[in-house]
């Protein structure tokens, strides 16, 4: 049987009536039809990304859409602080200097939290710095970084913009972009939007836009300036990933039924089963702030966290992530970000349960899911949103 429950933070699960619409006959892009279609997913994006601003949609992945949020907003030159504590906020540093861009690195322990006074102190000594990254839900360790008091800093420090990595935070978080002062917020289609990997969203904010250098170095196919002008008319400047488009259009609009709180309420109680029932089975928490799209664990002593992902594919068919980087023998990461039904979630640690002891870590049968299982009995009926 090659039946898998897809169970990593990405990419997620595409919901039936999202895949059948991309089975549909192929519209063209410059069509009416597509159009209407793409007025829609501009609306919805700006509805979860809470912006009056205009979020422009890339065909590339979410690292694509950063570099592009990074590189047109920055001369050559520059300088940039990146806040890191996980593989994908350093990512920034990396990007960054591919451009010989000056950059900064607020090292972060993998595991923990931002502190925003030690951001504080790195802007308090440099007046130059033209933007601030942070990765807001930092997949690879399961932490979700203080913004609101991050983007305190850094405009009570600085005249930089802050620009955030909201790939795994948006659609799971309450992410009120224009309210915090993000000045731009990347998302990717893969992630709690359910839609196929292949698209990258940029929010930008007016203040963003005012500023933008002249010499800036955003290229050719990632100058957001000419894409922000052809999709204020409802088309992109080149050929979009159209099935992945059509696809979004009815995520999203499955999103705005089920309400922006409910969808949040949604990710928090199925984080809170998923960590409840890990640390029923005796396994511990790695993030010290967790996110709630994915609940990064440490492996038990004794059992490498690689033989406990191969066991979940191949005897249990439930994919689940390792660890990144040196973290790659200790870590295990679940994913429950996206349209996860509670049944799930519930699939996801009773297998673990039954993985763990195939690989001789003691836990009572059905543990887990008792656990899991409580926290959905004891959530009250008006803190509990529909199912989607």
């Given at each position: 049987m090659d039946e898998h429950h897809l169970l990593a933070p990405g990419p997620t699960p595409v919901p039936e009536n999202a895949r059948l619409a991309m089975a549909k006959r192929l519209i063209h892009h410059r069509s009416d039809e597509f159009r209407e279609v793409f007025r829609r997913v501009r609306s919805g994006l700006q509805w979860i990304f809470q912006t009056d601003e205009d979020v422009i949609t890339l065909t590339s992945s979410g690292t694509g859409a950063f570099e592009a949020a990074m590189t047109n907003f920055l001369s050559p030159g520059s300088t940039v602080v990146v806040v890191g504590g996980g593989k994908f906020g350093e990512r920034w540093a990396d990007v960054a200097r591919r451009y010989d861009l000056d950059v900064?690195?607020?090292d972060v322990e993998w595991g923990e939290a931002a502190d925003p006074a030690q951001l504080a102190d790195i802007l308090a000594d440099r007046e130059d710095v033209s933007m601030v990254t942070v990765t807001h839900s930092e997949t690879s360790t399961g932490v979700l970084h203080p913004l609101e008091d991050l983007a305190d800093v850094v405009q009570r420090e600085?005249?930089?913009l802050l620009a955030v990595d909201g790939i795994t935070s948006v659609g799971v978080h309450d992410v009120p972009m224009d309210e915090l002062g993000v000045d731009v917020l990347v998302g990717g289609s893969q992630k709690a939007f359910g839609a196929p990997p292949g698209l990258g969203f940029v929010a930008v904010s007016a203040r963003a836009w005012r500023r933008q250098p002249d010499d800036h170095l955003g290229g050719y196919y990632f100058d957001l300036s000419r894409e922000r002008r052809r999709q204020s008319q409802d088309q992109t400047a080149f050929t979009p990933g159209i099935s992945q488009v059509l696809a979004l259009d009815v995520t999203?609009?499955?999103?705005?039924?089920?309400?922006?709180?409910?969808?949040?309420?949604?990710?928090?109680l199925n984080a809170e089963a998923t960590r409840t029932a890990v640390d029923a089975v005796g396994l511990e928490l790695f993030g010290?702030?967790?996110?709630?799209?994915?609940?990064?664990?440490?492996?038990?002593?004794?059992?490498?966290?690689?033989?406990?992902v191969d066991r979940m594919n191949d005897t249990y068919g439930a994919v689940i992530a390792g660890g990144q980087k040196h973290m790659s023998s200790e870590l295990l990461r679940l994913g429950h970000i996206g349209f996860f039904r509670r049944t799930d979630i519930l699939t996801m640690v009773s297998s673990l349960e039954l993985c763990l002891r195939d690989l001789g870590h003691s836990a009572d049968a059905g543990t887990a899911t008792a656990a899991a299982q409580r926290v959905?009995?004891?959530?009250?009926?008006?803190?509990?949103?529909?199912e989607p």
């Open positions: 900064v690195e607020m600085s005249s930089a999203l609009d499955m999103m705005r039924d089920e309400g922006r709180r409910s969808v949040f309420e949604r990710h928090r010290a702030r967790p996110s709630n799209a994915v609940t990064a664990v440490l492996a038990p002593d004794g059992i490498p966290a690689p033989q406990i959905y009995t004891n959530a009250s009926h008006q803190d509990v949103p529909s």
